[in-house]
């Protein structure tokens, strides 16, 4: 899959409008009970980048960003202004944000990952493209130097450290992380004179597996 490490612009996906999609089979039985199901594990995100369009200039901003990306052919990064830390969105990244596993004395690679909790129900969202330069990490409750005592591969959202952590430590870690995407569509349809009248056109953008 091809895939190109470049943000789409945030001057435009400042004002657009998204979030998780889940996919739920329901089938509803003879006696009104129902059955439900579903065939994914994590959510997939869906946008709407043309509701951030706020002039001509970021309308060529997008149909050169689209042009580079051959439409829906090319993934990308998104951020996601609602959801891009490993904390609070009013909060600073620190190192004890998430806990990403427990040392085991063999491991020293771990997938970095972000926690949705409500009551004692928590939901682990694996984060494939954390932003260069972000990632704080901690063992034990200590904070380590990135560099030297670990590394972060910003295309797969793995950290690996230099040496397995110990049996039972906590390992945690805060960022800054992107969405992987795609333009949901192969044509982006533009009017000055409509778009002067306030209409912006629809650019879909939807969550890619990676």
């Known amino acids: ?21 889940r996919r739920t089979e329901i089938v509803t039985l003879s006696n009104g009970f129902e059955e439900r199901n579903t065939p994914w594990a ?49 909060e600073d990244v620190t ?4 806990l990403i596993a427990i040392g085991d004395e063999t491991t020293a690679s771990f997938q ?14 694996p984060v494939s493209k954390p932003v260069i330069g972000t990632v704080r990490a901690s063992i034990g409750g200590d904070e380590v130097e990135a560099g030297v005592d ?23 870690a805060g960022f800054e992380f992107d969405v992987p995407v795609r333009f949901d569509t192969d044509i982006i349809m533009t009017s000055i004179s409509s778009f002067q009248a306030g209409e912006v056109p629809d650019v879909p953008i939807v969550e890619i597996r990676v």
């Not at 899959?1 to 999609?21: A, D, Q």
């Not at 970095?112 to 969202?125: E, F, V, W």
């Open 150 to 172: 670990y590394s972060v591969d910003e295309t797969t959202g793995l950290i690996t450290f230099s040496h397995p952590p110990d049996l039972g430590a906590e390992i945690r």
């Open 1 to 21: 899959m091809i895939f190109h490490e470049i943000r789409f612009p945030t001057s435009i996906s400042f004002g657009s409008v998204g979030g998780p999609e």
């Open 112 to 125: 970095l990952n972000k926690a949705y909790r409500s009551g004692d129900i928590s939901y682990q969202r």
């Open 95 to 98: 190192a004890l944000d998430q």
């Open 42 to 90: 994590h959510s997939r995100r869906r946008y709407d980048a043309g509701l951030g369009l706020r002039s001509l200039d970021d309308v060529a901003a997008l149909i050169a960003f689209f042009e580079a990306r051959q439409g829906q052919l090319i993934g990308f990064r998104w951020k996601d202004g609602s959801d891009y830390k490993s904390c609070a969105p009013s």
